[in-house]
């Protein structure tokens, strides 16, 4: 239950039926201004560690995790309603770089832990603006439609049980650790997110309990499409039977770029729609210059024409980036969920409606 004393997807919602939520923005961009090294990373735990862990990222909410919740805090006072975990790879797959895939339960629990903490102080403050926390699920570092070998293309290096395997420990460790919503995001290959998807409903069951899910996917590339080949409306169709509370895109490009792909998924989707693009595209340095100000002003007419439900930042925004999204889009009513002709829907690359 939440601290509204309703469960978290009534009290998500109540929210998203009453204003535009806003998520936060980049965990690692706010990481990256702490200029942790080697030493900071390991902490006194894994002073010893066999391989080195700097960039290591989701070990932070067990080595530096004042680190982890300030930052947690800081997006919530800039106007954040749901802050994601530090987990985006916490699962034995990615962990495995490490050699740390023991501790992916520990990092998710403690993860949301943190994360809870950090809402629950912010919600008290402000008990009529409850804040939430979404458990994120990331797409490992392996893809299941691909073949990392251009000389064998029927190679695969994960399989859909390894990876049902590693999102169903994940998402154990998240709702044990408070989480409010699961977020499977960034999705590039739509079959590691069925698997996830599969994994987290597994889970559900498992567990005795539900919790809202939110599914977000990522462009590779101005085609418009995600690296597995589908376009936004195919994609929606390959994730529709998940039942989920939100649908959308992030990462990708800046919001410039993004907003066509946004906008053909608010047409169609039934469920609530949810956007969080980087500030802008990188430079020749890799960083990103978009400020606060023009990611707003170019993102205040998605809200201003009705195209979303929940908007935050990924690569290179920060808090203060949120404030400036919130401060444009905040007068603006939620989109309208889409109410769409009853048809046979399907998916392969592109779309299928049956006439």
């Known amino acids: 239950m939440t601290t509204t004393g309703l469960d978290p997807l009534q009290a998500l919602t109540a929210a998203a039926n009453e204003r535009i939520l806003f998520l936060d923005g980049a965990m690692g961009t706010m990481i990256q201004r702490h200029k942790l090294g080697e030493a900071e990373y390991r902490g006194e735990r894994f002073a010893d560690w066999q391989s080195d862990l700097k960039g290591n990222n989701d070990l932070l909410v067990l080595t530096q995790p004042d680190i982890i919740r300030d930052i947690h805090v800081a997006y919530l006072e800039a106007g954040s309603d749901i802050i994601e975990t530090?987990?985006?790879?916490?699962?034995?797959?990615?962990?495995?770089?490490?050699?740390?895939?023991?501790?992916?339960?520990?990092?998710?629990?403690?993860?949301?832990?943190?994360?809870r903490e950090a809402a629950d102080k912010v919600t008290a403050?402000?008990?009529?603006?409850?804040?939430?926390?979404?458990?994120?699920?990331?797409?490992?570092?392996?893809?299941?439609?691909?073949?990392?070998?251009?000389?064998?293309?029927?190679?695969?290096?994960v399989t859909f049980e390894e990876l049902v395997k590693a999102y169903s420990e994940q998402t154990r460790g998240l709702m044990d650790g408070g989480a409010d919503a699961i977020m499977i995001e960034t999705i590039f290959d739509t079959l590691n997110a069925k698997a996830a998807g599969y994994a987290v409903l597994e889970t559900y069951e498992a567990m005795?309990?539900?919790?809202?899910?939110?599914?977000?996917?990522?462009?590779?590339?101005?085609?418009?499409?995600?690296?597995?080949?589908?376009?936004?409306?195919?994609?929606?169709?390959?994730?529709?039977?998940?039942?989920?509370?939100?649908?959308?895109?992030?990462?990708?490009?800046?919001?410039?770029?993004?907003?066509?792909?946004?906008?053909?998924?608010?047409?169609?989707?039934?469920?609530?729609?949810?956007?969080?693009?980087?500030?802008?595209?990188?430079?020749?340095?890799?960083?990103?210059?978009?400020?606060?100000?023009?990611?707003?002003?170019k993102m205040e007419s998605w809200a201003k024409d009705g195209l979303v439900n929940l908007v935050g930042g990924c690569c290179g925004s920060t808090p203060e980036h949120i404030?400036?999204?919130?401060?444009?889009m905040s007068k603006y009513s939620p989109r309208k969920l889409a109410k769409v002709e009853r048809k046979m829907r399907l998916s392969g690359l592109e779309p299928f409606v049956h006439a």
């Open 323 to 328: 404030t400036a999204l919130h401060t444009q």
């Open 86 to 115: 530090n987990t985006f790879n916490a699962q034995f797959i990615s962990m495995a770089d490490y050699g740390m895939e023991d501790l992916s339960y520990e990092i998710n629990l403690v993860g949301a832990q943190l994360a």
């Open 125 to 157: 403050q402000t008990p009529d603006r409850p804040r939430f926390v979404a458990g994120a699920i990331g797409p490992t570092n392996r893809t299941a439609s691909l073949s990392p070998d251009v000389n064998n293309p029927g190679f695969r290096n």
């Open 208 to 297: 005795g309990r539900s919790l809202p899910l939110m599914i977000s996917g990522t462009i590779t590339d101005m085609s418009g499409r995600n690296l597995s080949g589908q376009t936004p409306e195919a994609f929606w169709y390959s994730m529709r039977h998940l039942r989920p509370f939100s649908i959308g895109l992030n990462c990708s490009f800046g919001a410039e770029h993004l907003r066509p792909a946004v906008a053909e998924i608010a047409a169609l989707a039934e469920c609530y729609v949810s956007a969080y693009p980087n500030a802008g595209l990188p430079n020749e340095m890799g960083e990103y210059d978009e400020t606060p100000g023009q990611m707003a002003g």
